[in-house]
């Protein structure tokens, strides 16, 4: 399915692969897809995102995190965090993984993504059963007790302008694929959960 948003070149086709999904998915093993988590900061989303992709990778599968500050130090170094800029943040996220799920990897990503039209927009680029929004929920009292990075303190001294959850919203998910109590559960425990959700549905193999 391509992006709703049509492009302002003009003279230019849509070209599609000579490989189809389904090749893609019997070479590997596995089906492909995306893992969205979203959640406030300090939440474990990119602590997570990167456990499971261990766990996946020790599995034998394919899969491959797109994290929000890593982006932001390439593909995504124009922007800012307007909400305008938010959203074209996460467009291009949106963009990226679907690239990566057609070349046939899970990819995890690791977004606050607060706005729910924004990621239902990315939802839209794909097939049913390709997008899991996986809702990392974790109180604000627990995030801003962990603050591994010092943003809530610098947000309430007014150093950063328009943070999440302290001076921009957080809209969370109303119907998440998967919801994960970060404040409740272990990392084992939490990556477990997910891991065991995608063997249930058979996007990667049951083990032993």
Known sequence: MKSKVQPQAT???WHNAGISPTQRHDLNGHKSCVIWFTGLSGSGKSTLANRLDAALHAL?????VLDGDNLRHGLNRDLGFSPEDRRENIRRVGEAA?????AGLIVITAFISPYRSDRNDVRSLFQPGEFFETWIDCSLEACRRRDPKGLYKKADAGEIADFTGVSAPYEAPLNPEITIRSDQLSEDEAVGEVVAWLQERKIITQTD
């Open 11 to 13: 003279n230019i086709t």
């Open 60 to 64: 034998k599968v394919r899969s491959y």
């Open 98 to 102: 679907k690239l990566l799920a057609d």
